[in-house]
Each structure stands twice: as structure tokens, then as C-alpha cells.
């Protein structure tokens, strides 16, 4: 029988938020305005990972799907001497790939899948897995066929977190609403309707707080308490 894991956040309060961290077969959803978090917790998830077990990590490789070309190596560095690791061996255990349509997007997965059938990993990124669908389809009569698209990509991915037990970290943009004219953000808004809030099983709001603080928040979760949780972004990653 599959083992659930629960992969650390390196907060103990987000973990506390999340029930314990970020499960594997689930799909963990992050939305919120830009520099709120979503990719440095991103960062975090690719080293707390490799962990073992024993130290609250899922002892497992992770695959990245970076649509927004935000993935930093560099950034893992400071992070895996934080969690006391090898930043060598560590980045050598994030299969890394570069999404540039949604259809790329969607091999990538097949791909990706084929390999989790013979390698032993424990999360995949999607940062972010919506935003190839908000370019592709533009007009307001492709709505219907984008939802549909996402359904198919989305059903992919729980089917891959499931088989696999693979954790799944993916973020979401907030929607922007014409007002006046001007597009203004609501930072209380996820895009992708309803299709997207079906396939989350844990959905999280994130928002900036004082300084480098942030504030997350679980969003119509049945089993999770509507509590917020404080943490920080500190070079060595997300922590309390
Ligand atoms: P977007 O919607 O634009 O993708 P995001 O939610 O992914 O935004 P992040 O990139 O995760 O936002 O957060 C960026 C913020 O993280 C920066 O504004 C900064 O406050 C913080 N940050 C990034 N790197 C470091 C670091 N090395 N040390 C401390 N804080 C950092
Ligand atoms: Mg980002």
C-alpha cells in the first residue's frame, strides 16, 4: 500500500495550516498577488523534498514545470545549506523543464510520468498551471474550449499524483478585472473557475504581510480549518 507523506513547507506554522505539510496524491494549490511566495515556496518544496522521511522530507525526486521562466538554481543553493544537504546533489535530483504552450505543457507531463515509473519522486511543480492556458486562449469565446483543456491537463496531473504518490505543488494567478477601464487585480480572486477549484485539494491564498512576511490562508477546504498561518522568505527559504 501506498505511504500518504506529508512534505514539510520549512514553516511550521504553514505545515500546521496544511495538516502537516504538502501531501503526496493530492493536489496543493497556491494563489495570491505576484511576490506573495508562491515560487520561493516553490524553491523550498524542491530541497525540503529530498529530505528523509525522519526529517518531515518525502525522500524523493522532484520534477519542475516552470512556465514563467522563475526557476533559480541558484536560489537552491542557500536553501539546501540551510536544510544541511549537498546543493550539488540536490539539484541533480529536480528534473527541470521549461513550458512554452499549453499542449508543451501537457507532453511534459507524459513525459514525465514515463519517468516517474522508473525513478522514485515524490513532487511535481506546476509554476504556474494556468498561465500557458490565460495565453492561448485569449478570446471570450475560447473560454469554453480553455476549460475544457484545463480539465484534461488537470485530470493528467491527478492521475500522475495518485499513481505515483507524488505530492503536487501548482500555483494560479488572480484574476484581473476590468474596472474603469484600468485592469485591476482582486488578490482574493483565483483564475481557472471552477474547473481548477474541483481539481485542488488543498487550496491556499497567499498574501504579502510586513516585510518579508507572508500570510497564508486555506480556502474552502472541508477537512482544514479556515485558520491563517504567518511565515517568512528568508534566503535559506520559507520558514517561521
Ligand atoms: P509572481 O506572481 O510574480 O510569480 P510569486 O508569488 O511567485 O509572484 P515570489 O517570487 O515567490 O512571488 O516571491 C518574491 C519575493 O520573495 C520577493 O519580493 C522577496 O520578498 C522574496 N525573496 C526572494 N528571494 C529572496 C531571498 N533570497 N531572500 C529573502 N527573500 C527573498
Ligand atoms: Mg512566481
Keep these: 500500500r501506498k505511504q500518504i507523506v506529508k512534505i514539510t513547507t520549512g514553516s511550521q506554522a ?3 495550516l496544511l495538516g502537516g505539510g504538502i501531501e503526496t496524491a493530492a493536489l496543493t494549490e497556491a494563489f495570491g ?3 506573495s511566495g508562491k515560487t520561493q515556496l516553490a524553491h523550498t518544496l ?3 523534498t529530498q529530505l528523509p522521511i525522519s526529517m518531515h522530507g518525502g525522500n524523493g525526486k522532484v520534477a519542475y514545470i516552470d512556465t514563467e521562466g522563475t526557476f533559480r538554481p541558484d536560489r537552491i543553493v542557500p536553501i539546501a545549506e540551510r536544510f544541511g ?6 539539484l541533480d535530483n529536480i528534473i527541470y523543464a521549461r513550458a512554452y504552450t499549453y499542449e508543451h505543457q501537457y507532453n511534459l507531463l507524459l513525459g514525465l510520468a514515463a519517468k516517474m515509473a522508473e525513478e522514485p519522486f515524490r513532487l511535481l511543480i506546476l509554476d504556474s498551471v494556468i498561465a500557458l492556458f490565460r495565453v492561448d486562449f485569449t478570446g471570450r469565446g475560447e473560454l469554453a474550449e480553455r476549460q475544457q483543456k484545463l480539465a484534461q491537463m488537470l485530470s493528467r496531473i491527478t492521475k500522475i499524483a495518485e499513481e505515483f504518490n507524488v505530492a503536487v505543488y501548482m500555483t494560479n494567478q488572480v484574476i484581473a478585472d476590468p474596472g474603469g477601464g484600468v485592469f485591476i487585480t482582486d488578490p482574493k480572486k483565483p483564475a481557472g473557475g471552477h474547473v481548477l477549484a474541483h481539481a485542488s485539494t488543498v487550496r491556499m491564498m497567499l498574501r504579502k504581510g510586513k516585510g518579508e512576511q507572508r500570510v497564508a490562508k486555506i480556502i474552502d477546504a472541508p477537512n482544514l480549518a479556515e485558520a491563517e498561518a504567518i511565515f517568512q522568505i528568508t534566503p535559506g ?4
Design 14 to 16: 504553514l505545515d500546521e
Design 237 to 240: 527559504g520559507v520558514t517561521d
Design 85 to 90: 544537504m549537498d546543493a550539488g546533489a540536490v
Design 46 to 48: 524542491c530541497v525540503s
Design 33 to 35: 498577488e505576484f511576490r
